[in-house]
T-cell receptor, first 112, second 114 residues
Framework: SQKIEQNSEALNIQEGKTATLTCNYT??????LQWYRQDPGRGPVFLLL?????KEKRKERLKVTFDTTLKQSLFHITASQPADSATYLC???????????FGRGTSLIVHP | NAGVTQTPKFQVLKTGQSMTLQCAQD?????MYWYRQDPGMGLRLIYY???????DKGEVPNGYNVSRLNKREFSLRLESAAPSQTSVYFC?????????????FGQGTRLTVV
């Protein structure tokens, strides 16, 4: 069956360190993968999109990698800040469909 | 621009009652979606509309109906609410199908069925 897996355990890191979140998928061949941020009581907010033919994408302190061989995307936040604390969701298409399917998200907690 | 607006923000229903969740977007997007989010389950697609006049079932459509009233509005109806439909509901929109870009989400509707 098709699965999108994100670590259900919260990631706790110290301010200033690099946070790395993982999104693994099985039995998908996505054309793209996206990362969203969700704060408590709010809807998800888009951060980055990476396509299957791209290895890496950057935006300010954010970096996303996409390894279609490993079926994995890594999401990095460099010089993390307490304001980065949130739940981060990955989403990908179901191969041939444009409909985004979401992982369950990983909570990031950045300690001052 | 307001983006995606959902109403109401909170609702409590008794089992068997019906209600309609409203969603409107002002970004001239073609595609709209309804998701539900439950603890430990993530976002699950209920229904979507690729374009005005079309709707399709998602992963968890049972117990729901939708209407794409026009390009701006996409409503979700619960005909006979059940406690299992207690959840947070999100509406989202995106540009034309086949050219995937980011999805914009509303602030959510927190529904409790007692």
């Amino acid at each position: 069956s098709q699965k999108i897996e994100q670590n259900s355990e919260a990631l706790n890191i110290q301010e200033g360190k690099t946070a790395t979140l993982t999104c693994n998928y099985t039995n998908y061949s996505p054309a793209y993968l996206q990362w969203y941020r969700q704060d408590p009581g709010r809807g998800p907010v888009f951060l980055l999109l990476i396509r299957e033919n791209e290895k890496e994408k950057r935006k300010e302190r954010l970096k996303v990698t996409f390894d279609t061989t490993l079926k994995q995307s890594l999401f990095h936040i460099t010089a993390s800040q307490p304001a980065d604390s949130a739940t981060y969701l990955c989403a990908l298409d179901k191969g041939g469909s444009y409909i985004p399917t979401f992982g369950r998200g990983t909570s990031l907690i950045v300690h001052p | 621009n307001a983006g995606v607006t959902q109403t109401p923000k909170f609702q409590v229903l008794k089992t068997g009652q019906s209600m309609t969740l409203q969603c409107a977007q002002d970004m001239n997007h073609n595609s709209m979606y309804w998701y539900r989010q439950d603890p430990g389950m993530g976002l699950r697609l209920i229904y979507y509309s690729a374009s005005e006049g079309t709707t399709d079932k998602g992963e968890v459509p049972n117990g729901y109906n939708v209407s794409r009233l026009n390009k701006r509005e996409f409503s979700l109806r619960l005909e006979s609410a059940a406690p299992s439909q207690t959840s947070v509901y999100f509406c989202a929109s995106s540009e034309a199908a086949g050219a995937w870009t980011e999805a914009f989400f509303g602030q959510g509707t927190r529904l409790t069925v007692v």
